[in-house]
């Protein structure tokens, strides 16, 4: 059973959409990464608690995943009727 | 101080309120107007039950004893939300292809539509969820207290009660707009609204909170800012453990939990609403969160604010005075208990009934009484029983346990449990390796070791004994402990719980996957969830046709639909095969269509169980996958050969093209020959007629009559030539000249011609080269024919070649079975633009009145040398006009 080779390379707007679900896949890890770096703080040992800075970090990183989110998710649902690539949700072989 | 009454009346209100929005809602949407009722919006608002008086009460309270703890709960859906490509997006898509119901039902409906996994999964829903329901009514119960501190004794009453009368209250709304429909693509639009509303509700309540608190009872962020570095809470410390855990736990609950996967999966309209809660949620989770640490701060520093920090939202305004906005703060930790509650008893009355009730009823009934009974009214009921109870249960929980316990640990209770379908239904969506076998071994050892080591040593000491096994182990035991499972101590319960039931859970489901192997329906849903995007409309079959009659079908969708939905399916369904009437034919696309539309009712494990009764037992086996798979793979091989049929054609469309061009352009050039032919006629005519018009005429002397003669005789040859010349092209180009084909010498050939060629007169000195041993070649071809090209072109050569001494070499270089004949002059060639057209007919170069001739020539040598199975070509680049004659050893007779 041989199936028809999708397309080597793509048009550049198929190839911008492809690196956007990309970066919507990246997100949550980026995001995870960012949120678990308290585990590397030790406030028992600096001269005074860091509770309030540790917050304000805490929610700039928040905020900043919001906005992320609100920007990909914008481009990502464009073109919803458009036919998902062949090898849609998989990571194809495209570009 | 709020008279007690007042609060009653307001809530009695608000409640009434919310019962109205929600029956418009309903008719609305009835009515098809309801569009609004899907956007973006309501949908992101509607996930906001993640947020129940737990995050109300609860978060503050957390904040006052753990610090920034609390956060993590918001940040793992907020990871979840963010990463929704990845995850929900799939996860959404096959709710909608599957008409998934429930979190029970995708788990059963993925691994082969099991009603044992859908049990098992139930049963945990149901143990994990009553005492988070329990939690809502002790804290709706709590904030009456609150303000009913003051009030008298025959007032306040009792707390039990009064959660009571919350929890009829709640049960009567839920059953009202909760199991109006069965279909649950028919989404609860009255409730989802409600929902909404309720969510504007809390989270305004929660910011006014914290802007009375940052401004009116400090001065600002600023000093809130120095209050949190003063305040004891900083002084807490972060636990690695814990902190990972929790942001697991709550990433996990976001997608595990009943009600939020009701919300999130089985509302959801389509994927916009989901594109925009991805960030919309976090951002109502972010708002949520913003004021938490504030109103603890401030509450713990406050003298009025009373002990009890999971209170301070209330107790802060109340000790202020403010009592409108102590009365919002009220509100708004009823909405976040009652639209939990609403959501969870909606989520679990419909797992109950469509995985515990009605697969127990389908067995006991007698195997001859098929469908007997209303099974639609039989589902509602059940539901509305399920409602009930599982409100009743909450209650008795509360009841019993006194509501004692800090109002975080009950839910992160709940969430660990819920946590536990996790590895199954990741498992499910990304892995076709994964089995029912896999997913139940996970399923259980993750659920007991949660019941073991969190649940149970919650409640204290539920069972005689227990105290013992606690400290020692059962029977004494030791690496048994329920809080320090294989003898690892010093871990907080909650991550010691967390890190063996997640990871034995995936490991008994990875482990039992790859050992076990998964029957064909398994298979067949397997592929249906993981590939969801690959094989949209694709979708395999899992029926047999033709073994059900349709009137059975219908009579059976009939009770599960109602008659009028099942009649219009059916219909439709008949049309589409092209028959008319009520009965389609039973084929497998459409036992798979019904069955999908009825696991919309009552779930996928049922919906296929009545359908194979109703089909007799023909669900699909081994070989009817492998040939459907077949089917699938020729399908392919016929496409393919469609499109290379397809190419084929487009590659003879591309030739008729350019023969039509050929055809045209050849029509042109046919018209161009006439006008030429006629002006080439005409020429020597003209001259004959006038000069024998003049001899006509009397007074000519002899000398003149002989010098007219002869013009005319001149150009009659001319004529005579020409007329030659062209019959033998068009003998040539028709195909009918007879070649007299015969063994014969090159040389002696080019001989005759050279000899012809040279009895012409020439004005110049005229040699030619010739290469004597080259020439002895013999072959098989016509020689008057192969000597009439020589002829032309020596003949050619003395007309065109402009050298003062005309020299013409010819060379020859014989070949294994072709051979190359180049006549080459020393005049200055033909120019470049023109060497493309002069074997066409009347073409000439240059000077033509110099020439003579009527441009035939080559055009007859390219005629002849084709019917001797060779070719004539100029040759460029060899000082002089030239050109090369290939020709083979032996013409084929039959050319």
């Known amino acids: ?95 | 101080m709020v008279p007690f009454n007042t609060l009653v009346l307001v809530c009695i209100g608000y409640v009434a309120f919310l019962f109205v929005l929600a029956f418009l809602a309903e008719r609305s949407a009835a009515r098809g107007a309801g569009r609004w009722l899907r956007s973006p919006v309501v949908y992101t608002l509607s996930l906001s039950v993640y947020c129940t008086a737990w995050t109300f009460y609860g978060a503050v309270g957390y904040a006052a004893r753990s610090g920034l703890e609390f956060i993590t709960i918001y940040l793992g859906p907020t990871l979840v939300m963010a990463g929704w490509w990845l995850v929900l997006r799939k996860l959404v898509r096959i709710g909608k292809a599957q008409r998934i119901t429930s979190v029970a039902d995708l788990v059963s409906a993925r691994y082969g539509k099991s009603n044992l996994i859908a049990g098992i999964v139930t049963l945990c829903a149901v143990v994990a969820s009553t005492p988070y329901i329990a939690l809502q009514l002790q804290s709706v119960t709590l904030a009456f207290s609150v303000f009913a501190a003051e009030a008298p004794e025959a007032v306040r009453g009792d707390a039990r009660e009064t959660a009571l009368w919350v929890a009829a209250g709640l049960a009567l709304f839920t059953i009202l707009f909760g199991t109006r429909n069965l279909d649950a693509d028919e989404r609860h639009h009255g409730v989802v609204l409600a929902i909404a509303v309720e969510a504007v509700v809390k989270l305004f309540a929660l910011i006014a909170v914290g802007v009375f608190v940052v401004w009116g009872l400090s001065a600002g962020p600023a000093e809130i800012h120095a209050r949190i570095m003063a305040s004891p809470v900083s002084e807490w410390r972060l636990d690695p453990g814990r902190w990972v855990a929790l942001t697991f736990l709550a990433g996990a609950a976001i997608l595990c939990l009943p009600r939020m996967f009701q919300v999130m999966v089985v509302e959801n309209a389509d994927e916009r609403q989901l594109a925009t809660a991805s960030w919309a949620f976090p951002l109502y989770l972010f708002l949520i969160s913003l004021f938490v640490m504030p109103i603890a701060v401030v509450g713990l520093a406050h003298p009025g604010a009373g002990g009890n920090p999971d209170m301070f939202v209330l107790t802060l305004p109340l000790a202020e005075g403010r009592e409108g906005l102590a009365m919002l703060a009220f509100l708004g930790g009823f909405s976040a208990a009652t639209s939990m509650v609403i959501v969870e008893a909606i989520a679990l009355a419909t797992m109950v009934s469509n995985h515990l009730v009605l697969p127990i009823w389908l067995r006991l009934r007698p195997a001859g009484h098929r469908m007997g009974e209303d099974v639609r009214r039989i589902v509602l009921s059940a539901r509305r029983i399920s409602i009930a109870a599982i409100l009743a249960l909450g209650w008795l929980y509360y009841a019993l346990s006194g509501g004692g316990a800090a109002l975080a640990a009950i839910g992160l209770i709940a969430f660990v449990g819920v946590a536990q379908f996790l590895p199954a239904i990741l498992g499910g969506l990304f892995w076709r390796g994964a089995t029912r076998s896999g997913a139940a071994a996970g399923l259980v050892v993750g659920i007991a070791i949660w019941l073991y080591s969190l649940f149970l040593p919650s409640f204290g000491v539920p069972l005689p004994g227990w105290a013992g096994v606690m400290a020692e182990g059962p029977l004494g035991i030791g690496w048994l402990r329920p809080q320090a499972l294989f003898g690892i101590e010093g871990l907080d319960p909650l991550v010691h719980a967390v890190f063996w039931s997640i990871s034995l859970n995936t490991l008994a489901f990875v482990g039992f996957s790859l050992i076990t192997f998964p029957a064909p329906m398994e298979r067949l849903q397997g592929a249906e969830f993981v590939e969801v995007f690959e094989r949209e409309g694709q979708g395999l079959r899992g029926w047999r046709g033709g073994a059900a009659e349709a009137e059975d079908l219908l009579a059976m969708a009939q009770r599960i639909l109602g008659p009028e939905e099942a009649q219009v399916l059916f219909q439709q369904a008949a049309a589409e095969q092209g028959t008319g009437g009520f009965l389609p034919e039973v084929t497998a696309e459409f036992l798979e269509r019904l069955e999908r539309r009825l696991a919309g009712a009552v779930g996928s494990a049922t919906a296929h169980a009545m359908i194979a009764q109703a089909a007799g037992g023909q669900a699909v086996s081994v070989d009817d996958l492998m040939a459907v798979a077949n089917e699938a793979a020729q399908i392919m091989e016929y496409s393919q050969k469609l499109e290379a049929q397809s190419e084929e054609l487009q590659r003879t469309a591309r030739q008729l093209r350019e023969a039509n061009r050929k055809l045209t352009e050849l029509s042109v050039q046919k018209d161009a020959f006439l006008s030429q032919i006629s002006h080439e006629l005409r020429t020597p005519m003209t001259s004959i007629r006038a000069f024998s018009e003049i001899l006509r005429d009397e007074g000519l002397d002899d000398a003149d009559r002989v010098r007219f003669a002869t013009v005319i005789y001149d150009e009659a040859v001319r004529l005579t030539r020409l007329l030659d010349d062209l019959l033998d092209l068009s003998v040539l180009e028709n195909g009918t000249v007879q070649m007299n084909l015969r063994e014969t010498d090159l040389s002696e050939i080019i001989g005759r011609a050279v000899a012809t060629a040279s009895a012409a007169a020439g004005t110049r000195p005229f040699r030619i080269l010739r290469d004597p041993e080259a020439e002895k070649v013999a072959l098989v071809t016509d020689p008057d024919r192969l000597a009439q090209v020589f002829i032309n072109l020596i003949t050619n050569a003395r007309k065109y070649c402009d050298a003062p001494v005309q020299e013409v070499r010819i060379a020859v270089r014989p070949g294994r079975d072709r051979l190359v004949v180049d006549v080459i002059d020393n005049g200055s060639g033909i120019p470049r633009d023109s060497q493309a057209i002069i074997f066409e007919k009347f073409a000439r170069v240059g000077d033509t009145t110099k020439a003579g001739g009527a441009g035939l020539g080559l055009a007859i040598c390219r005629e002849i040398m084709e019917k001797l199975g060779g070719s004539i070509a100029y040759l460029p680049g060899q000082g002089g006009a030239a050109f090369r004659l290939t020709l083979p050893r032996a013409v084929a007779r039959a050319a």
Request: aromatic letters at 6%; glycine letters at 8%; hydrophobic letters at 50%.
């Open chain 1, 1 to 95: 059973m041989t199936r028809a080779r999708p397309p080597l390379f793509l048009e550049r707007d198929d190839y911008r959409r492809r690196r956007i679900m990309d970066a919507a896949r990246i997100l949550p890890v980026l995001g995870a990464v960012l949120l678990l770096l308290p585990l590397l703080w030790e406030p028992q040992q600096t001269p005074a608690p860091d509770t309030a800075a540790g917050g304000l970090y805490l929610f700039a990183v928040w905020g900043l995943l919001i906005l992320a989110a609100a920007l990909l998710s914008r481009r990502l649902i464009e073109r919803p009727a458009a036919p998902a690539p062949p090898t849609a949700g998989r990571e194809g072989p495209g570009a």
